[in-house]
């Protein structure tokens, strides 16, 4: 009974102390991009760059990927039928490209899905490195009747560096 209660306190402290970094980014899915192949979109972190400031010395570590989104913004009302595949690539300056998050056979008439965490371990040195970019790898399983802009979403988490 004592033990169970240390464990729960011990994550309820963890909780407090974790910290969450949004990112989010707009992709335009135009109508010409062809089905069955992949198609990508690349762009800088500018709003987790101003969490991190780009400052390798920022107090903070075991940065991870803690939930990875996409959602239809425009048009109104549309779905992600015509979607694949997604992928979900960041690096920076200086540091190789890591999947984070992925879906594939997507067959969804939703208007937002969930992706697949992918376990790339720490994301520390990427995250607190200058030039942050993340580069969204997509796949139609048919071409789109009109122009489509999708919002990727993605939370990293953080604890304090000691």
Same mark, same amino acid.
């Given at each position: 009974?004592?033990?169970?209660?240390? @464990?729960?306190?011990?994550?309820?402290?963890?909780? &407090?102390?974790?910290?969450?970094?949004?990112?989010?980014?707009? /992709?335009?899915?135009?109508?010409?991009?062809?089905?069955?192949?992949?198609? #990508?979109?690349?762009?800088?972190?500018?709003?987790?760059?101003?969490?991190?400031?780009?400052?390798?010395?920022?107090?903070?570590?075991?940065? $991870?990927?803690?939930?990875? %989104?996409? #959602? /239809? !913004?425009?048009?109104?009302?549309?779905? @992600?039928?015509?979607? %694949?595949?997604?992928?979900?690539?960041?690096?920076?300056?200086?540091?190789?490209?890591? &999947?984070? !998050?992925?879906?594939?056979?997507? =067959?969804?008439? #939703?208007?937002?899905?969930?992706?697949?965490?992918?376990?790339?371990?720490? @994301?520390?040195?990427?995250?607190? =490195? #200058?030039?942050?970019?993340? $580069?969204?790898?997509?796949?139609? $399983?048919?071409?789109?009747?009109?122009?489509?802009?999708?919002?990727? !979403?993605?939370?990293f988490n953080s604890v304090p560096a000691?």
């Amino acid at each position: 009974m004592a033990a169970s209660a240390v @464990l729960v306190s011990c994550g309820t402290v963890q909780s &407090l102390v974790q910290n969450t970094f949004p990112y989010t980014t707009n /992709v335009l899915v135009s109508t010409g991009v062809p089905a069955d192949k992949e198609v #990508s979109s690349t762009a800088t972190a500018t709003n987790v760059q101003t969490w991190f400031g780009g400052n390798n010395n920022a107090k903070i570590k075991d940065v $991870r990927i803690s939930d990875a %989104k996409i #959602s /239809v !913004a425009s048009p109104s009302g549309g779905n @992600l039928s015509a979607f %694949k595949a997604v992928k979900i690539y960041v690096s920076s300056n200086g540091t190789g490209e890591r &999947l984070v !998050a992925s879906r594939s056979n997507i =067959s969804t008439n #939703s208007s937002s899905l969930n992706l697949d965490l992918n376990d790339t371990g720490f @994301l520390d040195e990427i995250v607190k =490195s #200058s030039g942050l970019t993340v $580069r969204t790898v997509y796949e139609l $399983r048919n071409q789109t009747s009109s122009d489509m802009n999708i919002k990727v !979403a993605l939370n990293f988490n953080s604890v304090p560096a000691q």
